[in-house]
């Protein structure tokens, strides 16, 4: 029915089955308990119950001590002898399981079209991992862990983005022989009854690319055509993430090859591997695309001079087109579709444009920078041999991949206070190579990479104008030994 179902893990102190919360589907959120010091109740703290763990377990909410709505006295005691409405407080995964409950309805008034697996895949991901110190992630005790409802609703927000996906296709990477299977016909192609099967578990890794830390989770019943491993099974849609990183996963289910009790074979079901369709949700930080270009600023004649950029933000799956003026942008002509173009100066400055398109969201960013004709080691004005102004600010850096050293080149339409660092890609400064007031004009500046290992910088400069504005722009630099 594509419904949230939320259900108490018991109180048993056990890891044996326990039913509805261990039902082999993972569109059951199972709940268990934690004291008030966010532990799991248990026997070993003391308690004289204790929260079952294992099988699936998803989060923990708080379960020991609950002011609740069940009253002290009965209805009849409180009408007679006219007592006043008290309530108790009341221990169990029974207390802790509203909790979940109430998150679950929170997120659905953010967005009621979310599939019953988002919700539970939220939940999780913005749960606080409180056996980190011993089980680090996800674990049989704790689950996910303990809810956050504050961190759920934040991962609803920008720049969060719940994205859906779908893939075609899979490869049967393992099968069974064959054996008894009973089915129950809730919707799927197959009649309720037993058959003879033959299980395939068939796989697909798929990528996407977000800006920041990604979560990762299917969505089976109403989405996804492959079936659940489960027997009985009910023919409901499935799709389990086996394992993720930042920029993959590899997502799983199962079809079937079956016969009936007679022997005569009936076909795949519910389709074959090839057809399996997996739909997966990305919980990311999607920020608004942008894009910078790092390169030489100023070029002698007949100097080639090639150029980087470098976007941020959207979906990473993105596509360049580079375009030159020479008429200070007055009329274009395009170069190249590459990440980096490379092109020759002649007599006059240009203006050189890389413009990028993000082929998943649609968003378009832009950057442009000049480059200036030297001779002689003189920069020449437009008209004249006069000192040229810039008339924005920029940075660039070039080479770019470099080993050892970069020039990051800058440009100032004012005077202003300066400060021109270098960080790590953990926002870690590495060193601050400018911090001082400078006239405006055009700089340049080097940085020694020699004694760090190879990997991803930023260049970041900030500037304070003496009319009082600020300008802070970054530009990405590789380091390849």
């Known amino acids: 029915m594509g419904r949230v179902f939320v259900a108490a893990k018991g109180n048993d102190g056990v890891s044996t089955p326990h039913y509805p919360s261990d039902y082999d589907g993972s569109w ?13 109740v248990s026997t070993d703290l003391g308690y004289t119950w204790g929260s ?37 407080y009341l221990d169990g995964t029974s207390m802790a399981t509203p909790f979940v409950s109430g998150l679950a309805a929170l997120i659905f008034s953010q967005d009621p079209n979310l599939h019953p697996e988002d919700v539970q895949g939220i939940i999780r991901a913005s749960a606080d991992d409180n056996n980190s110190s011993t089980y680090p992630g996800y674990d049989d005790y704790l689950g996910a862990g303990r809810i956050n409802a504050g961190r759920a609703l934040q991962y609803m927000l920008s720049p969060w983005t719940i994205n859906h996906y779908t893939a075609i296709g899979g490869t049967a990477v393992s099968s069974t022989g064959t054996y008894g299977a009973y089915f129950y016909n809730t919707g799927g192609a197959l009649a309720t009854g037993g ?12 990528s996407f690319q977000f ?7 299917g969505r089976g019943v109403n989405a996804s055509t492959g079936w659940s491993a489960a027997s009985p099974n009910y023919e409901t849609g499935y799709c389990n993430v086996t394992s993720s990183g930042p920029t993959s996963a590899e997502l799983q289910t199962y079809v079937y090859e079956v016969w009936d009790i007679t022997g005569a074979y009936l076909g795949w079901f519910p389709t074959s591997p090839s057809n ?29 001079g090639t150029w980087t950029a470098y976007p941020t933000g959207g979906s990473g799956n993105v596509s360049y087109q580079w375009y030159v003026s020479d008429d200070n942008g007055s009329t274009w002509s395009t170069l190249g579709t590459a990440q980096s173009q490379t092109y020759r100066m002649l007599f006059s400055d240009f203006i050189i444009r890389c413009d990028v398109h993000d082929n998943s969201t649609g968003e378009n960013a832009s950057a442009r920078m000049t480059v200036y004709y030297y001779s002689g080691g003189i920069r020449k004005a437009a008209d004249n041999n006069e000192k040229q102004i810039p008339t924005e600010y920029s940075i660039g850096s070039y080479p770019n991949p470099f080993n ?16 021109l660092s270098v960080f790590d890609v953990l926002g870690r400064e ?21 004694q760090l290992p190879s990997g991803i910088y ?5 500037v304070i104008s003496n009319q009082g504005k600020s300008f802070i722009q970054t530009v990405k630099m590789v380091l390849t030994k």
């Open 211 to 217: 800006g920041d830390t990604t979560y990762v989770w």
């Open 458 to 462: 930023l260049a970041r400069i900030s």
């Open 404 to 419: 050892p050293a970069a020039v990051i080149n800058y440009q100032l339409p004012v005077d202003g206070l300066v400060k």
């Open 195 to 206: 058959y003879i099967v033959k299980r395939y578990d068939v796989r697909n890794t798929v």
């Open 28 to 40: 059951v959120i199972s709940v268990g308990a934690t004291d008030k010091l966010g532990r799991r």
């Open 430 to 450: 590495i060193k601050t190579i400018v911090n001082e007031t400078k006239s405006a004009g055009y700089y340049k500046a080097t940085f020694d990479g020699s």
């Open 52 to 88: 079952n763990y294992g099988n699936g377990i998803d989060v923990v909410a708080p379960g020991y001590s609950i002011y609740s709505t069940m009253p002290t006295y009965t209805t009849a005691e409180m009408s007679y002898y006219g007592l006043p409405q008290n309530y108790g």
């Open 276 to 304: 399996v369709q997996f739909a997966y949700t990305v919980l990311g930080k999607r920020y608004p695309l942008s894009v910078s270009i790092s390169g030489p600023s100023e070029l002698a004649f007949k100097e080639w």
